[in-house]
């Protein structure tokens, strides 16, 4: 089991490696940082002045190396346009996007489980074809339009929920609901699939031939099995989420990661997108470990000894 | 002794979209304590479903009927599943065929024994735990204490079916139902497995219902015997009855399909039954055998026929072997003596 | 002996008016509700951008600031002019829906062509040769999913500069993790097949098998991952317009249109809810469509 997560933990550091690798390298190709750094009213002198000054014109790998060799000692940099260390700035936002992952997660699973397992106890029944009906409707709704719809409605109409901020958890709630939509689709159509066939398996069967009462065979017997594939999924789903929160923390004005690589990108800040990106997929590899430990945990077989 | 279960006539249909399957087509059966009854047949006699449907674990499109099924002198028919899920486990317990699939991977083997107990009776953990225990070691497994934290994948198949066997006997049941026992097993496994059962039929004094398809296993452990053919029970008797006489053609045939240490010579041909199980979807006329039957004759096809008595006359034993065949008893014994010397 | 003479004799008519199997397939193709309705869907959006120049009653870059804003034709206030009423800038939107599908169809397929013969190929190759292009592939894979790709593919146009181009070549070069996940895992089961053994005994070379054995037996899975995907790139497109890093304006996106609408929603709706529609129901039918072909070629795979 060590050896296991050991290799686990080394193939992780590997890609946390290469993404920081391929985002750098697009970022320099795509742009010029000098440029950014000199700003808008700057000279060809500036910026060739910045470009020696801050070894912008060195070759690419040393450029890489030297960033490294920083990031490896707690130093991602600083923000161009802030003139503030990067790190800082990224672990005072972070626990927003986090929170609102976290919430949004929370209500796919609260909604797609419970359709799962009641589509998989009657199939092909009204209740299976509501809980595909919302399936395949979630997955076509462009998340910042239903974001929209919901400031439209929620907010301004019936004036139940805050539109902008993150003062209180009020305000996360419709956030949550925009950017979590987009998994239960997913996590639904798995944790029915998994209960119908967990259903058809000889223990559910002896299960019952114990006279376990229905309720015990469906939670303790049933769903333990099933949902054994839902916890990864919703890891990955998880790492999405935090990826892909840039839309709704603008529209919801969410002083989140996503929020900060809005402003980053508008203004060219490489250092912070560099470092936005890394985070993004350090979270998403740290979610996918925890998942396969979870994973281990969950399902005995997968224990080695 | 009076009977632990009695069921007449009962009935299984299943609706299909090419129509009707009628499964089960009026058997009826008894089982008491301390008995074994063996009902043999081979695949898609409707035997596995005629087990599960004692209990109620049909699939939800079957239709059981019956003209009673009496179990303790409660009838079974009609009973909520609320009030059946009390009866399963407690008063009647189930082994399947399959050990290496029965038992839920997730939850160690003492969560699984001591759940039985705890659901059916008003008891401790550490009661249920000692019972758990007891049994296992009852069932010859070695280090019981130590089994009660394994996951089923740590163990074999035949201990997987030995833990199942400890299961079904945690409520201290009345009857027992077994569906193959031991099919999935080696064969060495096998007279274990078999023995155990009989020793702990002894001891708690288990009525207990055998489904297999394997004559041997008949042979070692059946006080009845029921040979249940395309739905219906062709043949039903004691052990000895079935063995020493058998009446109806189909149990002939099986019968001699199997070598004989000691009287099958060497290059002898075996028996073999042609043709195959005819299909049970839609009306069904006459003897479902007749196609394959040696002795067959038109009078086969005209209606159903009922289980008529071997012996003739107003014994007392007269009315345990039943068979049904339009032939006499008489001239089934005769066939048998032509096949023997064959 | 009779059943040797019966496989030689003639067929009987039973069994020469049964159905082939493709039109078997044909048949549960159109009986399947979601193929159709999916698939007219479909159809209608593809005639609307093959045919804009003809049935759009404007131009779509026709402004005109004296009827700027006005409603739809079920409000009170609308009329038979402009059936979907005009935008900010006093453009017809029924035009503007109706050019906009030009840019949304024609980004889906191109990002889905170029993602999936990247994705193919890798995970084609990855699934064949098994062994350390397996680990160098699912290491490029596993990277490429740890990217969050929105920001990515933001930050790149947005120093590159975005146009309709770009837009299909980041996404296209984005989102070919699918393809690979999926026709690896398809070419693994594939592979394992007894008549893929058969063709190396026989010599075929490497190339001769994966396109005649490989390929045919995985080229369903690859159509329902290709629609799905094209359902990807239009939702990534539309939220790239919006945040107005994808296609610029005055280019009739329908993400771009959410956008510029925006300030008008609260009292004139319909300025995001009728290109927000149109992006779900495109979505909607490709997605439809997608499954379909999943359950009438290869139903063991629905869930």
């Not at chain 2, 009390?86 to 050990?99: A, S, V, W």
């Not at chain 3, 070549?169 to 993790?177: A, E, S, Y």
Request: glycine share 10%; proline share 5%; hydrophobic share 50%.
């Amino acid at each position: 089991m060590l050896i296991y997560s050991l290799k686990r933990l080394g193939v992780a550091l590997l890609v946390a490696f290469a993404v920081s690798m391929i985002t750098f390298a697009l970022l320099r190709f795509s742009g010029d940082p000098a440029a950014a750094m000199a700003g808008e009213a700057a000279t060809e002198e500036d910026i060739s002045y910045i470009r020696t000054h801050y070894g912008f014109d060195r070759p690419l790998y040393e450029q890489y190396g030297r960033w490294l060799g920083n990031a490896l000692q707690g130093d991602f940099g600083q923000s161009i346009y802030l003139k503030v260390p990067v790190a800082g700035v990224i672990a005072e936002k972070a626990p927003v996007t986090m929170k609102l992952g976290a919430f949004a997660l929370t209500f796919a699973l609260v909604l797609a489980i419970p359709l799962g397992v009641l589509a998989a106890i009657r199939p092909n029944s009204i209740f299976d074809r509501v809980a595909l009906t919302i399936a395949v409707v979630g997955q076509a709704l462009p998340s910042f339009f239903f974001a929209l719809i919901m400031i439209i409605f929620f907010g301004v109409t019936l004036r139940w929920l805050p539109i902008s901020g993150s003062a209180s958890w009020k305000n996360f709630i419709m956030p949550s609901i925009a950017l979590g939509y987009y998994a239960t689709p997913a996590i639904m159509r798995l944790t029915r699939a998994g209960m119908l066939d967990v259903l058809a398996s000889d223990y559910i069967r002896t299960a019952r031939a114990k006279g376990l009462r229905p309720g015990v065979v469906l939670f303790k017997h049933a769903l333990r099995n099933a949902i054994i594939p839902v916890v990864s999924l919703s890891a990955v789903q998880l790492g999405f989420m935090l990826g892909g929160s840039i839309v709704i923390e603008t529209i919801f004005s969410l002083n989140g990661l996503g929020n900060l690589a809005w402003l980053s990108i508008q203004r060219s800040d490489f250092e912070m997108m560099q470092a936005i990106v890394l985070s993004v997929a350090t979270f998403y590899i740290l979610l996918t470990f925890l998942a396969d430990l979870l994973n281990a945990f969950l399902d005995p077989r997968i224990r080695v000894g | 002794m009076s009977n632990l279960l009695d069921v007449k006539n009962l009935t299984l249909d299943l609706p299909l979209s090419a129509g009707v399957l009628h499964a089960v087509r009026g058997i009826s059966f008894s089982a008491k304590r301390g008995e074994t009854l063996c009902i043999v047949g081979e695949s898609g006699c409707g035997k596995s479903l005629t087990s599960l449907a004692i209990m109620n674990l049909l699939p939800k499109i079957t239709e059981r009927k019956a003209d009673h099924m009496i179990f303790e002198g409660q009838e079974l028919q009609g009973l909520s599943e609320n009030q059946m899920s009390d009866i399963r486990g407690n008063k009647m317990g189930m082994i399947f065929q399959e050990p290496m699939t029965s038992l839920n991977p997730a939850y160690t083997v003492g969560d699984q024994l001591m759940e039985m107990l705890l659901r059916h009776r008003k008891v401790s953990r550490n009661e249920a735990k000692e019972r758990a225990i007891y049994l296992l070691e009852k069932v010859g497994i070695t280090a019981a204490a130590s089994r009660l934290g394994q996951y089923p994948h740590q163990l074999s198949g035949g201990l997987r079916q030995r833990v199942m066997i400890a299961m079904t006997l945690m409520c201290d049941p009345a009857l027992i139902i077994a569906d193959e026992p031991t099919t999935a097993l080696d064969v060495t496994i096998q007279a274990q497995i078999l023995l155990l059962l009989a020793e702990l039929q002894r001891e708690f004094n288990v009525g207990v219902i055998l489904i297999t398809h394997d004559l041997g296993i008949v042979a070692r452990v059946a006080d009845r015997v029921a040979v249940m053919y395309a739905g219906e029970f062709v043949e039903e008797g004691t052990a000895d009855e079935i063995f020493n006489n058998p009446t109806h053609p189909y149990t002939q045939g099986l019968l001699d399909c199997i070598p004989i240490p000691g009287k099958t010579k060497r290059g002898e041909h075996l028996g073999a039954i042609p043709g195959i199980v005819p299909s049970l979807i839609g009306d069904i006329q006459g003897c479902s055998f007749r196609d394959r039957c040696p002795y067959a004759s038109s009078a086969c096809g005209e209606h159903g026929i009922e289980l008529s008595s071997v012996k003739e006359g107003g014994d007392d034993a007269a009315g345990t072997h039943l068979y049904r065949c339009v032939l006499s008893a008489a001239e089934c014994a005769e066939n048998l003596k032509t096949m023997g010397a064959a | 002996m009779s059943e040797v003479a019966k496989s030689t004799s003639v067929p009987t008519a039973e069994e020469i008016l049964a159905p082939s199997p493709m039109q078997l397939l044909l048949g549960r193709t159109l009986g399947h509700a979601g193929i159709t309705i999916g698939g007219a869907v479909l159809l209608i959006m593809l005639f609307m951008a093959l045919f804009a120049p003809w049935i759009a009653p404007f131009d779509p870059y026709d402004q005109e600031l004296s009827r700027r804003l006005i409603p739809p034709v079920w409000h009170e206030k609308g009329n038979w002019t402009h059936v979907f009423g005009t935008d900010g800038f006093g453009r017809d939107y029924l035009t503007r829906i109706i050019y906009g599908s030009q840019i949304s169809l024609m980004i889906g397929f191109l990002a889905m062509l170029i993602s999936g013969i990247i994705g193919t190929t890798m995970g084609v190759a990855a699934g064949y040769f098994g062994g350390r292009v397996d680990m160098v592939i699912m290491f490029f894979i596993t990277t490429r999913l740890a990217m969050p790709v929105i920001l990515v593919a933001l930050a790149i146009v947005a120093l590159i500069g975005s146009s309709l181009e770009i837009v299909i070549l980041v996404l296209g070069f984005l989102i070919w993790d699918r393809f690979a996940v999926v026709m690896r895992s398809a070419t693994q089961q594939v592979r394992s097949m007894d008549y893929v053994t058969a063709a190396r005994a026989l010599g075929c070379s490497t190339l001769r098998i994966i396109l005649g054995e490989i390929m045919p037996n995985i080229v369903n899975a690859l159509i329902v991952v290709a629609t799905l995907e094209v359902a990807h790139a239009v939702l990534l497109e539309a939220a790239l317009s919006f945040l107005g890093l994808g296609v610029q304006p005055p280019q009739p996106s329908w993400g771009l249109m959410i956008s510029e609408g925006k300030g008008y929603m609260l009292f004139k709706p319909w300025v995001i809810g009728i290109p927000g529609t149109a992006i779900f129901l495109l979505v909607l039918a490709i997605n439809l469509l997608g499954d379909g072909i999943r359950d009438v070629t290869a139903p063991e795979n629905r869930n």
